[in-house]
C-alpha cells in the first residue's frame, strides 16, 4: 500500500500568515488523486481538495492545493482563526485508499 | 444537505463482532451516483479506510481488515452497516460512515460514533 508522510507534524503560526503543508507519497499517485481533509477537535474530517488541486464545494479559495507524482502541497494564503486545526492527506491512486498521519496547525 | 448518523453499541466485549448501521438522509443509496465507506480513527491517531459498498452490494475491502469485516447495505432503509469480527483493544475507534465519490475521496461524512472494546 502506499505510505503518505506529512510534514512538518505540527506547524506553528499566526493569523494572517501564510501556512503550506507537505504530504509524500512512498509511491507516485497516478493522476494526482490526491485528496486533503480539515478537521477540528471532536469532529469529523471535512473535505477541502481533491484531485490535487480542485477545492471542494463551499471552500474558501485561500485554500489551494498542488503537486504531482509524490510531492503535493496544502498551501492557506492567509491564515483565518477557524483554519487552525489537523489537516490530511489522502491519495485514491492505489487501493487500498490510504491518509497521511496528519499536520497539527495551531496557533503561535 | 446530505447528512450521515452512525449508531450502535459504544461497547462490544473482546472476541465478539462490532455492528454499526449508518443512515442516510439527503441522498438515496439505490441512486447509484456513489460508493458509501466505514472508515475509522483510533483515539490521538489518523484515518483508516475500513471498506466500501455499491448500492448493488459489491464490496471493497482494506486488506488488512479483510477476513474480519462485513459491510451491507439496505437500500430500503437507505442505510449500509458494518460489522467487524472477533474484535480487540485495538480497534477501539471513532467509527466513521461517508459518502464516497466514486471509490476516490469521500465529500460528506457522519459524526462518528466511539466504539470501545473492554470487557
Known amino acids: 500500500e502506499i505510505v503518505l508522510t506529512q510534514s512538518p507534524g505540527t506547524l506553528s503560526l499566526s493569523p494572517g500568515e501564510r501556512a503550506t503543508l507537505s504530504c509524500r507519497t512512498s509511491?507516485?499517485?497516478?493522476?494526482?488523486?490526491l485528496a486533503w481533509y480539515q478537521q477540528k477537535p471532536g469532529q469529523a474530517p471535512r473535505l477541502l481538495i481533491y484531485?490535487?488541486?480542485s477545492r471542494a464545494t463551499g471552500i474558501p479559495d485561500r485554500f489551494s492545493g498542488s503537486g504531482s507524482g509524490t510531492d503535493f502541497s496544502l498551501t492557506i494564503s492567509r491564515l483565518e482563526p477557524e483554519d487552525f486545526a489537523v489537516y490530511y492527506c489522502?491519495?485514491?491512486?492505489?487501493?487500498?485508499?490510504?491518509f497521511g498521519q496528519g499536520t497539527k496547525l495551531e496557533i503561535k | 444537505q446530505v447528512q450521515l448518523q452512525e449508531s450502535g453499541p459504544g461497547l462490544v466485549k473482546p472476541s465478539q463482532t462490532l455492528s454499526l448501521t449508518c443512515t442516510v438522509s439527503?441522498?438515496?443509496?439505490?441512486?447509484?451516483?456513489?460508493?458509501w465507506s466505514w472508515i475509522r480513527q483510533p483515539a490521538g491517531k489518523g484515518l483508516e479506510w475500513i471498506g466500501h459498498?455499491?448500492?448493488?452490494?459489491?464490496?471493497n475491502y482494506n486488506p488488512s481488515l479483510k477476513s474480519r469485516v462485513t459491510i451491507s447495505v439496505d437500500t430500503s432503509k437507505n442505510q449500509f452497516s458494518l460489522r467487524l469480527s472477533s474484535v480487540t483493544a485495538a480497534d477501539t475507534a471513532v467509527y466513521y460512515c461517508a459518502r464516497d465519490v466514486g471509490g476516490r475521496y469521500f465529500d460528506y461524512w457522519g459524526q462518528g460514533t466511539l466504539a470501545t472494546v473492554s470487557s
Open positions: 459498498i455499491y448500492t448493488s452490494g459489491s464490496t
Open positions: 509511491q507516485s499517485v497516478s493522476s494526482s488523486y
Open positions: 484531485g490535487a488541486s
Open positions: 489522502q491519495q485514491y491512486g492505489s487501493s487500498p485508499r490510504t
Open positions: 439527503g441522498d438515496s443509496i439505490s441512486s447509484g451516483h456513489y460508493y
